[in-house]
């Protein structure tokens, strides 16, 4: 699977991610495909034609801004995004969450169309859907 991790995220977790899952899924950092500064709406119109994506996210923004919300939502993508409680955690917790929550994020990602949002919780193993 690929996988965009934004640009709220540091870019050395899709760097470690990366060569965790070497072989076996593509992850990349959103400043690594788009620069800095880009916004929302453009790069998820862009990743969303080059195909299905999983984006993991700390930028809640996207599930409450109107028109991110909704370009997110008619994309191919499908995104997991931070709980508040994680996204001030350190990038040790944060990486320890994403790794025991690794095998529900490919599942959902396998089972749900594009468009679907899901929050990464801080410490439950049940992801909620948004």
């Known amino acids: 699977m690929k996988v965009l991790v934004d640009e709220n995220l540091p870019p050395a977790l899709a760097r470690s991610l990366n060569a965790l899952f070497a072989g076996k899924h593509e992850i990349r950092h959103l400043r690594e495909l788009y620069g800095p500064s880009v916004k929302d709406i453009q790069w998820i119109g862009e990743l ?7 984006v993991i996210s700390g930028d809640r923004r996207i599930t409450r801004n109107k ?15 931070l709980s508040k409680g994680l996204m001030k955690s350190t990038i040790l917790k944060q990486m320890e969450r994403l790794c025991a929550l690794w095998l529900s ?5 396998s089972i749900v169309q594009g468009g679907a949002m899901f929050e990464l919780p801080i410490n439950s193993i049940r992801l909620k859907q948004i």
């Open 48 to 54: 969303s034609a080059d195909g299905r994506w999983i």
């Open 67 to 81: 028109a991110e919300y909704h370009a997110f939502r008619s994309s191919n993508l499908v995104g997991f995004f």
């Open 105 to 109: 994020i490919e599942t959902q990602a």
